[in-house]
């Protein structure tokens, strides 16, 4: 049972490159999330789905943009990336109602240099 | 709003007890709990929905005041494995599975 998955794991970029962060979950979950993690900020909210074919911002959504492709994806993509970018993002999902487990991915460690 | 955690960092000896606070200056429904080791991902521990629910699992136990919008993790007879960064997870709508979270306590439990 792979859970959520994520890819790649480590990835460096050069300031305006562009690349798409993959995730994809096996638990027939109908919401889906990307998040940020910074040193001393906490996890912060970037996109998230509760449907397939809906998206919605989160907390830090510029710079990002995002894609249902279906139930199981949730891709996440840097147009340009910029040094502030720096960081370890966070794929997760849940069942749709409240109460239930947030599944996170293993994360992806990205350095835009 | 983020909610805000206090401590930002504790660090005990192995047996000791400890706890965890998360508050938001808004109405929540619910209030997640994680645990993150260093370089993985967050690890589910509990929820607690809104009525003010205690819930706990062998040493680990968390309450919700929703009066007061503040959840406490409560960790007992600590153990070496308890070790790592405690995040709060804050949802203020019924269904809406957007969490919000707090900034982490950062918990070194010494033998």
């Known amino acids: 049972n792979a859970g959520v998955t994520q890819t790649p794991k480590f990835q460096v970029l050069k300031t305006g490159q562009s690349m798409t962060l993959q995730c994809a979950q096996d638990m027939n979950h109908n919401s889906m999330y990307w998040y940020r993690q910074d040193p001393g900020m906490g996890l912060r909210l970037i996109y998230y789905?509760?449907?397939?074919?809906?998206?919605d911002k989160g907390e830090v959504p510029n710079g990002y943009n995002v894609s249902r492709l279906n139930k199981r994806e949730f891709s996440l993509r840097l147009e340009s990336a910029a040094p502030s970018q720096t960081s370890v993002y966070f794929c997760?999902?849940?069942?749709?109602?409240?109460?239930?487990?947030?599944?996170f991915g293993e994360g992806s460690w990205l350095t835009v240099v | 709003q983020q909610p805000v955690q206090s401590p930002q960092a504790v660090i005990l000896r192995e047996g000791e007890d400890a706890v965890i606070n998360c508050s938001s200056s808004?109405?929540?429904?619910?209030v997640h709990w994680y645990r993150q080791k260093h370089g993985e991902a967050p690890v589910f521990l509990m929820i607690l929905l809104k009525g003010g629910e205690q819930k706990g699992h062998e040493k680990i136990s968390a309450s919700f005041n929703e009066k007061k919008q503040q959840s406490s993790l409560y960790l007992t007879a600590s153990q070496l494995s308890y070790s790592g960064t405690y995040f709060c997870?804050?949802?203020?709508?019924?269904?809406?599975?957007?969490?919000?979270f707090g900034q982490g306590t950062r918990l070194t439990i010494n033998p």
């Open positions: 808004k109405a929540l429904y619910s």
């Open positions: 789905s509760a449907s397939e074919g809906t998206t």
């Open positions: 997870g804050t949802d203020r709508i019924q269904g809406a599975q957007k969490l919000v």
């Open positions: 997760a999902s849940t069942r749709v109602s409240s109460g239930n487990t947030i599944y």
